[in-house]
């Protein structure tokens, strides 16, 4: 059952349970990390071989079965899917699986999974869809603390149709969201309202089922951007009743696809953005670039890592895909709620750097992230960063696509921030070693 803030928190009752398909309850137990890191290959690789990756908000190391799947695919049916011949029908029945497969993961129906070439191009194309039913009139509501993808679009497409912009400004000290600032933006004409599930930048979770709940008060739809949230546990999207929900599966262990989870009737509400005769066809309605077989067919194998993860760790083989994510999710938070205050510690006691965001895990209501972005006062952000690589922490700076949150809490995007983001297969080694760099190269 999700947390407060839409997390992967173990399920607690058997209604829960059994709506879930779930056969036999077994808790989250420590994360066996020498199995989990057996899982990618990239930890073997000589580039990688004594160094620590601190840029999966970036793009993360992909599983060894989502690697398999695409080199499967490519060798076995690389043609085009849906004829009637063996390799075809095999390769269009992978793709369809990787749909149903994530479908049930996020607890959605598979008409309501949509891939496509990113979160950016996914969102591009919701805008413009959006920009077909809003007009002069309608409210929009955006925050300054998405990325560019989940709100550059949507401004453009409020100007263009004359629509009432509404801003849900971030606190210029914390970073954060107030939910109360949200209550008194939203009217009744409020058509829309974008949302980060967490920003790549400050880390901390918004409780998306509340911002939902009041959305969907005045007759508002929800975008929620989950980008920086996935990662850290695939999440019950039902629960958190966003009617888009977006992620990259590239930053989730997987293939280079944006996922878009459209729900609650927007799909047939919104126009179609494909070829005239696709507009029947769920997942065509918002994808006019066309699927990109091999990788929506391996879409799905990164489930297959959870699954292994979930039966690793004593759950039945039988629970379904949901609650195997529910469970592993849970344990992956737990590892990485037992690393980050050390990281933010390191960080937090420094005066000659400005973190970003949350200083502990739950200072504030809600959870944090691991990703951790700050700013040095006395060294720049680029050397800070070429310093870091150079003590093998693998880590950048910049702006990250988030101008408006670092215009926000008053820190020059030009100069940027460094970021250090790590997940479930970071090691207390890994963080050892960014702390002890830190103090080298800030000294
Ligand atoms: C929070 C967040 N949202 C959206 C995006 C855009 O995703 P994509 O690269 O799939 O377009 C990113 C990319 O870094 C991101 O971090």
Redesign the pocket.
């Known amino acids: 059952m999700p947390n407060a803030c839409g997390g992967a928190a173990a399920p607690r009752d058997e209604a829960h349970l059994r709506r879930h398909g779930r056969a036999s309850y077994v808790g989250p137990v420590p994360l066996d990390l020498e199995f989990v890191r057996a899982q990618f290959p990239a930890f073997d690789r000589p580039g990688n071989v004594g160094q620590s990756f601190f840029e999966n908000?970036?793009g993360s190391f992909a599983c060894r079965q989502t690697i398999d799947a695409l080199h499967r695919f490519y060798t076995d049916t690389k043609v085009q899917p849906y004829a009637d011949y063996a390799t075809s029908k095999s390769a269009g029945e992978q793709m369809d699986r990787s749909r149903e497969r994530w479908a049930e993961a996020l607890g959605v129906a598979s008409t309501e999974v949509v891939f496509g070439p990113?979160?950016?191009?996914n969102t591009y194309v919701l805008a413009a869809a959006f920009g077909g039913v809003l007009g002069a009139g309608d409210e929009v509501i955006v925050t300054n603390q998405d990325?560019e993808?989940?709100t550059g679009a949507v401004r453009r497409m409020a100007e263009q149709n004359t629509c009432t912009m509404r801003e849900w400004r971030t606190d210029p000290e914390t970073g954060l969201l107030d939910i109360g600032r949200l209550e008194s933006l939203l009217s009744p004409r409020t058509r829309l309202v974008t949302v980060?599930h967490a920003s790549?930048i400050v880390g901390q979770e918004n409780d998306i089922a509340r911002i939902t709940a009041l959305a969907h008060g005045v007759g508002a739809r929800v975008i929620v951007?989950g980008?920086?949230y996935a990662p850290h546990g695939f999440p019950d999207v039902a629960a958190l009743d966003a009617d888009v929900y977006l992620f990259?599966l590239y930053k989730t262990y997987s293939v280079h696809q944006?996922l878009m989870v459209v729900r609650n009737g927007l799909l047939d509400e919104l126009p179609n953005q494909s070829h005239f005769f696709n507009a029947s066809v769920p997942d065509k309605r918002l994808n006019p670039a066309g699927p990109d077989h091999a990788q929506v067919a391996s879409a799905g194998a990164v489930l297959d890592y959870v699954v292994a993860t979930h039966t690793h760790h004593g759950g039945a083989a039988s629970d379904s895909l949901r609650v195997a994510c529910e469970r592993v999710g849970a344990m992956w938070r737990e590892h990485e709620d037992a690393l980050t205050p050390t990281l933010l510690d390191a960080l937090r006691t420094r005066s000659d750097v400005r973190l970003i965001g949350p200083g502990s895990l739950g200072a504030v209501d809600g959870h944090r992230c691991p990703t951790i972005a700050f700013s040095p006062l006395t060294i720049e952000p680029a050397t800070v960063q070429r310093r870091l690589v150079e003590h093998g922490v693998q880590t950048s700076y910049g702006d990250?696509?988030a101008v408006r949150v670092l215009n926000g809490v008053g820190v020059d995007a030009q100069r940027g921030v460094v970021r250090l983001s790590f997940v479930h297969y970071t090691t207390r080694a890994d963080i050892d070693r960014a702390v002890d760099a830190l103090d080298r190269v800030l000294a």
């Open positions: 908000a970036g990113s979160t950016s191009m990325h993808a989940n980060p790549n951007d980008v920086s990259s944006g990250f696509y």
